[in-house]
């Protein structure tokens, strides 16, 4: 089942719509605009489950009825996207009737040749019937679900009128089921393995050959601003624009003048936060945009500074930070680890370590690197005739060797991020500012894991 954020090639801001958000619980899902094909894509960031304690009981009844309303909005959005796809799996299956039909009342008529491309076509679709049947149980399963959150809702409405506690405890551990369910259900439906990389978008060319550019990846739709940071070492200067339209105009920006200098390229900006690299050192700074503070900074053990380590094309890119639908990342290598890439997911708040993987892929061999769903993919060159050449994936601590297409246009790439809110990567490309569309291959099993 195909995939795609983006599907056009012109020249046009990213139109995203913020189904709902609760800061409180740090709740958010997005969708994309309707894509060309019909497709509905949405990208859900979860928090982990909490508890709630006994005192305060109105401000404990609140949140749970906003979670209530979180969970029930969610509901609609993943069936509408289920409703979706299924249209789209049903038209498959008719296909892949259609081909039999043709194979029973061609027997015997047929050339060797026509035959066997008939039979290698069917053998292509024979995994969507697995796939259709679990959409229509998963469609069976979000009308279970909102049934659940009306009931759940209005012993949650009578219990507030009340101000009683009677069933409190039953209550709370529903809603933490359905957030649970709900996790695995958006996890199910919004991550893939990466297939395809479109045609570079041009947003507009600007700065030196080397630099960055990104988005928010965790800010609301209504919060469409742009960070640019131009050059690859000893910079300071942040400049923050108002929307892509206006940084395609050049207009409607504020300049931030970070505390430390930066090296490389490889900065995020996460939640109001930009994430980067202290220059000449293995520093992680952690810079809040809103206070113009630096909230946090820590250094990555062992990591590798100042070119000793860096990707092909150099530029103190020793350390590049990254994130995908499961949080903050830092790829990064050290010298026990023998120049191979490492990679860390990294505790947003504290810049932690929580947990490091050791691709065994020389970074000096990579052009450029990016996250998506937990899977780490490398392009063999930042020249023209790249390609992601590379798959690590965390999950299961395994790694595949890919060929997948990466239009280089501008010939020399110094700058590669993913936005899973966006779903798409962002590129700068000897001193242009490019977009890619991404494509996810994704076959539910009929056991029903991912």
Same mark, same amino acid.
């Given at each position: 089942?195909?995939?795609?954020?983006?599907?056009?090639?012109?020249?046009?801001?990213?139109?995203?719509?913020?189904?709902?958000?609760?800061?409180?619980?740090?709740?958010?899902?997005?969708?994309?605009?309707?894509?060309?094909?019909?497709?509905?894509?949405?990208?859900?960031?979860?928090?982990?489950?909490?508890?709630?304690?006994?005192?305060?009981?109105? @401000?404990?009844?609140?949140?749970?009825?906003?979670?209530? &309303?979180?969970?029930?909005?969610? $509901?609609?959005?993943?069936?509408?996207?289920?409703?979706?796809?299924?249209?789209?799996?049903?038209?498959?299956? %008719?296909?892949?009737?259609?081909?039999?039909?043709?194979?029973?009342?061609?027997?015997?008529?047929?050339?060797?040749?026509? +035959? &066997?491309?008939?039979?290698?076509?069917?053998?292509?679709?024979?995994?969507?019937?697995?796939?259709?049947?679990?959409?229509?149980?998963?469609?069976?399963?979000?009308?279970?679900?909102?049934?659940?959150?009306?009931?759940?809702?209005?012993?949650?409405?009578?219990?507030?009128?009340?101000?009683?506690?009677?069933?409190?405890?039953?209550?709370?551990?529903?809603? $933490?089921?359905?957030?649970?369910?709900?996790?695995?259900?958006?996890?199910?439906?919004?991550?893939?393995?990466?297939?395809?990389?479109?045609?570079?978008?041009?947003?507009?060319?600007?700065?030196?050959?080397?630099?960055?550019?990104?988005?928010?990846?965790?800010?609301?739709?209504?919060?469409?601003?742009?960070?640019?940071?131009?050059?690859?070492?000893?910079?300071?200067?942040?400049?923050? +624009?108002?929307? /892509?339209?206006?940084?395609?105009?050049?207009?409607?920006?504020?300049?931030?003048?970070?505390? &430390?200098?930066?090296?490389?390229?490889?900065?995020?900006?996460?939640?109001?936060?930009?994430?980067?690299?202290?220059? &000449?050192?293995?520093?992680?700074?952690?810079?809040?945009?809103?206070?113009?503070?630096?909230?946090?900074?820590?250094?990555?053990?062992?990591?590798?500074?100042?070119?000793?380590?860096?990707?092909?094309?150099?530029?103190?890119?020793?350390?590049?930070?990254?994130?995908?639908?499961?949080?903050?990342?830092?790829?990064? %290598?050290?010298?026990?680890?023998?120049?191979?890439?490492?990679?860390?997911? #990294?505790?947003?708040?504290? #810049?932690?370590?929580?947990?490091?993987?050791?691709?065994?892929?020389?970074?000096?061999?990579?052009?450029?690197?990016?996250?998506?769903?937990?899977? /780490?993919?490398?392009?063999?060159?930042?020249?023209?005739?790249?390609?992601?050449?590379?798959?690590?994936?965390?999950?299961?601590?395994?790694?595949?060797?890919?060929?997948?297409?990466?239009?280089?246009?501008?010939?020399?790439?110094?700058?590669?991020?993913?936005?899973? @809110?966006?779903?798409?990567?962002?590129?700068?490309?000897?001193?242009?500012?490019?977009?890619?569309?991404?494509?996810? +291959?994704?076959?539910?099993? %009929?056991?029903?894991?991912?």
């Amino acid at each position: 089942l195909r995939r795609s954020s983006l599907g056009s090639q012109s020249l046009t801001p990213i139109s995203l719509q913020t189904l709902f958000q609760s800061p409180e619980e740090g709740w958010q899902l997005y969708t994309s605009a309707q894509a060309p094909d019909g497709k509905c894509i949405c990208t859900a960031v979860i928090p982990a489950q909490s508890t709630c304690s006994r005192d305060g009981r109105s @401000r404990e009844l609140r949140q749970l009825m906003e979670k209530v &309303q979180n969970v029930s909005q969610s $509901m609609e959005v993943l069936e509408l996207r289920t409703y979706r796809d299924l249209q789209y799996v049903r038209g498959m299956e %008719t296909l892949m009737r259609s081909l039999d039909a043709r194979l029973r009342a061609a027997d015997g008529s047929l050339s060797a040749k026509s +035959f &066997q491309e008939l039979k290698d076509r069917m053998t292509e679709l024979l995994p969507l019937s697995s796939v259709l049947e679990q959409y229509k149980a998963d469609t069976r399963t979000i009308v279970r679900l909102r049934e659940e959150v009306r009931n759940l809702s209005g012993s949650l409405a009578t219990i507030q009128e009340e101000m009683g506690a009677y069933g409190y405890e039953d209550l709370q551990q529903r809603v $933490m089921a359905l957030e649970a369910r709900l996790h695995a259900c958006a996890q199910k439906l919004g991550c893939g393995k990466l297939t395809g990389v479109s045609n570079p978008i041009t947003v507009r060319a600007m700065g030196s050959r080397f630099g960055s550019w990104m988005t928010d990846t965790m800010a609301p739709s209504a919060d469409s601003r742009v960070w640019y940071m131009d050059g690859y070492y000893k910079g300071r200067r942040v400049l923050e +624009f108002r929307t /892509l339209g206006d940084f395609i105009k050049g207009q409607n920006f504020i300049q931030h003048l970070l505390p &430390q200098p930066w090296a490389g390229t490889g900065h995020v900006v996460y939640n109001g936060s930009l994430f980067y690299n202290k220059y &000449q050192s293995n520093v992680v700074v952690k810079y809040h945009f809103r206070s113009r503070s630096v909230l946090v900074q820590r250094s990555l053990p062992g990591a590798g500074y100042n070119n000793t380590f860096p990707y092909s094309w150099g530029g103190f890119s020793d350390m590049d930070f990254m994130v995908d639908e499961s949080g903050l990342w830092a790829v990064y %290598t050290t010298n026990q680890n023998a120049g191979n890439i490492v990679v860390s997911r #990294l505790d947003p708040h504290t #810049l932690e370590v929580m947990r490091s993987w050791d691709t065994g892929y020389p970074k000096r061999s990579a052009g450029e690197a990016f996250m998506i769903c937990g899977v /780490l993919y490398v392009t063999n060159s930042h020249l023209a005739g790249a390609k992601v050449y590379f798959a690590y994936f965390t999950n299961t601590s395994s790694y595949e060797y890919t060929d997948v297409p990466f239009h280089n246009q501008y010939s020399h790439i110094s700058m590669l991020d993913y936005n899973p @809110r966006e779903r798409a990567l962002y590129t700068w490309n000897n001193g242009h500012q490019v977009l890619y569309n991404v494509t996810l +291959f994704h076959v539910i099993s %009929t056991s029903g894991d991912p």
